[in-house]
Every structure is written in C-alpha cells, then in structure tokens.
C-alpha cells in the first residue's frame, strides 16, 4: 500500500499510478455519492459477550443432548401430576390429577395407579400447584387438617354391627374382611380378621388413620377391594387379640366350607380337594352302561357314546377314551380337579362328543388296557354291522 500521499495533487498523482500500474492500489472504490466507512474491529468487551453467548448455546445444546440420551437409557415411573393449575387450598377431585411418565430419582413423588386419582379426591392442596406439576404428600392435607407431616390423613369407614357396644378411641380391635358367600359366580371367600389396631381416633363410624403415602391408597382403597366395609370388632380388655382372631377365622372358614357344601353338586370335600394350579369342572356322565350303578371311589371306562352311521357324517364307533377313578362322584356328576390343558379337554368333552361321556365301571384289579381293547374291537364290529 502507498503512504505519504495528501490532498488532491495525491490523490491525483495515486490514480495515475494505479492507472500505470493496470489495476487499482487499496481499497476498492465507493460507488458515487456513497460515503465510505472504514472496517471497525469489537472492542474487548463485545467480543467477550460473544464468547459468552456461544459458550450458552453450546452448553443448551449440550444439555438437551444429555436430556435426550438419558431419556432413551433411564426408566421412567408413572407418577401423580397435576392436570390443570391447582390454586391453594383447591379440594382435589379426580379430574384434578393425571399420570405422567417422569424420571423421578430422589425427588418426591407419588406413583400412579388406576385408583390414585379416585383416592386422593377430598384432599386439599397447600399451595398453588401449576398444571403437569408432580403432586407429592407434602403438598397435601385433609381439606380441614393442619400439616402432617409425611404421613396422609385417610378415614376408614367400617361396620361396627359386630361391637354392640360401639367402639371408643382407644380401644384395640379386630379389622375383619366381611367375606363373601358362594354362588354361582364364584366360591366367595370366608370372613377372616384382616389386621389388629388401636382405634386412635374416630370420625363417626369411621376410622382415622395416618399413613404413609404407599399405605394411604391402600386404606382409602379398602372397602372397595373388600366388596364391603370392613367390621371392627373390638378386644377385651387384657383378652389375647392374636388367639381371639385365630379362633374367629377357625369359625368362619368352617361356617363358609358349610356353605359352599351346601350348595356344591359333590360336596364340602370335593370343594377342597384342588391344589395349587389346579381348576375344577363338573361333568354330567351317563351310567346305563353299569347296569348296577356306579358310586364314589369305583375305577370305571369313560366311554365315547359314538354316533351311528350316517351318509352326511360317517359317524364313529362306540370306543374307550380313558380309565378313570371317580374320586369325586354324586348322582351321575363327575368332578375333576385338572391342569388347565387336561381342564379344557374335560370342560368342552361333552361338546365335542355330541352327548355326554358314558361311565362303565370296571373291577378295582382290571387290567383297563386289555378291557378297552376288546370292548373298541367289539364295538367297532357291532357298528360296522349297520352299515
């Protein structure tokens, strides 16, 4: 670059040279009528709040980077939320709350469930909760309850028509699962004692407790999983709660079994013979094959009654289909305690055999295997012949 040229007669004396020269010398040339301004360089500080801001969005990024990859490793937990803005001291109803899939770590929390938002209508929050917030015990309290604590007030409704007496706070009682009579719908259950508490505090005809927040849903879910209100039934005083509750549920196991035998086909022995996996069916059998009858604990040939020829079906022979020993038999019904594979074959045998399966009794020493053979081949001939 040329220096030390001033004034006009310069900046003339610079044109010719750079005329000479085929090209121009410096910067560029402004258009007309435009002035022109030098390049300036930041100052210091401006290009320190550059790097700042750069550091920024490198760290958000950076961040949101780490947000994503720990969302495709960690595991989620559903978790309470709120589903709308909560003001303080809002009463919840159910509507009020929502689930939502977090990684929650060590912050608090409560998890959901399907009767959680059922369960914590009726509580007020403490303060003002925004909407999709997590919902935790401590912000929590009965809608005129003080604080608490990490511990949820809940009121147990409970039958009290066992303590003709009433109950007080205080005393120590039975918590009774009112059971279930037997029907055709199921077996029920037997009336059994459930826990063994003192009755703190009452609200009416009602418990109330203080638990801890995994508890809490429990108590308030109780009456419902029962199918009733739990009984009280209260100690006396200086009794022995655990030997007073062994021999009630003794009583009540025994009063159910009555009941269920009452109303069992094969009796109170048959409805307890199962094992653990094993289901029960009972099936019509037709004995006009056992011209003396057939009873309980005879060995006998289930038998496939057949069905005659026929030009659209083809029919089938009369045949053997298994040995059997009648364990569990009353009045021309067969109860079977069975696998669920071996259940389903009993369960649907009289649909697929068209009628139901004939009973042949046996002697207790036969050999089953030679018995069947000669009866399926004898049978095989008959049906041929009615052709």
Same mark, same amino acid.
């Given at each position: 670059?040329?220096?030390?040229?001033?004034?006009?007669?310069?900046?003339?004396?610079?044109?010719?040279?750079?005329?000479?020269?085929?090209?121009?010398?410096?910067?560029?040339?402004?258009?007309?009528?435009?002035?022109?301004? $030098?390049?300036?360089? @930041?100052? &210091?500080? !401006?290009?320190?709040?550059? /790097?700042? =801001?750069?550091? *920024?969005?490198? +760290?958000?990024?950076?961040?949101?980077?780490?947000?994503?990859?720990?969302?495709?490793?960690?595991?989620?937990?559903?978790?309470?939320?709120?589903?709308?803005?909560?003001?303080?001291?809002?009463?919840?109803?159910?509507?009020?709350?929502?689930?939502?899939?977090?990684?929650?770590?060590?912050?608090?929390?409560?998890?959901?469930?399907?009767? $959680?938002?059922?369960? @914590?209508? &009726?509580? !007020?929050?403490?303060?003002? /909760?925004? =909407?999709?917030? *997590?919902?935790? +015990?401590?912000?929590?309290?009965?809608?005129?309850?003080?604080?608490?604590?990490?511990?949820?007030?809940?009121?147990?409704?409970?039958?009290?028509?066992?303590?003709?007496?009433?109950?007080?706070?205080?005393?120590?009682?039975?918590?009774?699962?009112?059971?279930?009579?037997?029907?055709?719908?199921?077996?029920?259950?037997?009336?059994?004692?459930?826990?063994?508490?003192?009755?703190?505090?009452?609200?009416?005809?009602?418990?109330?407790?203080?638990?801890?927040?995994?508890?809490?849903?429990?108590?308030?879910?109780?009456?419902?999983?029962?199918?009733?209100?739990?009984?009280?039934?209260?100690?006396?005083?200086?009794?022995?709660?655990?030997?007073?509750?062994?021999?009630?549920?003794?009583?009540?196991?025994?009063?159910?079994?009555?009941?269920?035998?009452?109303?069992?086909?094969?009796?109170?022995?048959?409805?307890?013979?199962?094992?653990?996996?094993?289901?029960?069916?009972?099936?019509?059998?037709?004995?006009?094959?056992?011209?003396?009858?057939?009873?309980?604990?005879?060995?006998?040939?289930?038998?496939?009654?057949?069905?005659?020829?026929?030009?659209?079906?083809?029919?089938?022979?009369?045949?053997?289909?298994?040995?059997?020993?009648?364990?569990?038999?009353?009045?021309?019904?067969?109860?079977?305690?069975?696998?669920?594979?071996?259940?389903?074959?009993?369960?649907?045998?009289?649909?697929?055999?068209?009628?139901?399966?004939?009973?042949?009794?046996?002697?207790?020493?036969?050999?089953?295997?030679?018995?069947?053979?000669?009866?399926?081949?004898?049978?095989?001939?008959?049906?041929?012949?009615?052709?």
């Amino acid at each position: 670059m040329i220096r030390g040229l001033r004034g006009r007669s310069g900046r003339r004396r610079l044109q010719q040279r750079e005329a000479a020269a085929g090209g121009f010398v410096g910067p560029a040339p402004a258009a007309a009528g435009v002035p022109t301004r $030098a390049p300036r360089r @930041l100052s &210091g500080g !401006a290009r320190r709040v550059v /790097v700042a =801001a750069a550091g *920024l969005l490198l +760290a958000a990024g950076s961040i949101a980077g780490f947000v994503r990859t720990a969302d495709a490793f960690d595991e989620r937990a559903a978790v309470v939320v709120a589903a709308r803005d909560l003001p303080r001291g809002h009463v919840l109803s159910a509507g009020d709350l929502d689930a939502a899939l977090v990684l929650p770590g060590a912050v608090p929390h409560l998890e959901w469930s399907d009767a $959680a938002a059922a369960a @914590l209508a &009726g509580l !007020a929050v403490t303060h003002s /909760v925004p =909407a999709g917030s *997590l919902v935790t +015990a401590g912000m929590l309290a009965g809608p005129a309850a003080g604080a608490f604590g990490d511990r949820l007030e809940v009121l147990v409704p409970v039958d009290t028509s066992l303590a003709p007496s009433g109950v007080a706070e205080g005393d120590l009682v039975l918590l009774i699962d009112p059971g279930a009579a037997p029907s055709g719908s199921g077996p029920g259950r037997a009336r059994r004692v459930i826990d063994t508490l003192v009755a703190e505090s009452l609200a009416g005809n009602a418990l109330r407790l203080f638990a801890p927040p995994a508890e809490w849903v429990q108590w308030r879910t109780l009456a419902a999983r029962l199918g009733g209100l739990p009984l009280v039934l209260p100690v006396p005083l200086g009794g022995d709660a655990a030997g007073l509750a062994a021999e009630l549920n003794a009583v009540w196991a025994a009063d159910h079994q009555m009941a269920a035998a009452a109303g069992s086909p094969l009796g109170a022995v048959w409805e307890t013979a199962g094992g653990p996996g094993l289901l029960q069916t009972v099936v019509a059998v037709d004995v006009s094959l056992s011209a003396s009858g057939v009873a309980q604990g005879d060995l006998a040939l289930l038998v496939d009654p057949g069905v005659p020829l026929d030009a659209a079906s083809g029919g089938r022979p009369r045949s053997v289909l298994r040995s059997v020993r009648l364990d569990h038999y009353r009045d021309g019904l067969l109860g079977i305690w069975a696998e669920p594979a071996e259940w389903v074959w009993w369960q649907s045998l009289a649909q697929r055999l068209g009628a139901a399966p004939m009973l042949l009794r046996v002697s207790p020493d036969a050999d089953t295997d030679a018995v069947s053979a000669d009866l399926n081949e004898a049978w095989r001939k008959h049906w041929e012949q009615r052709r």
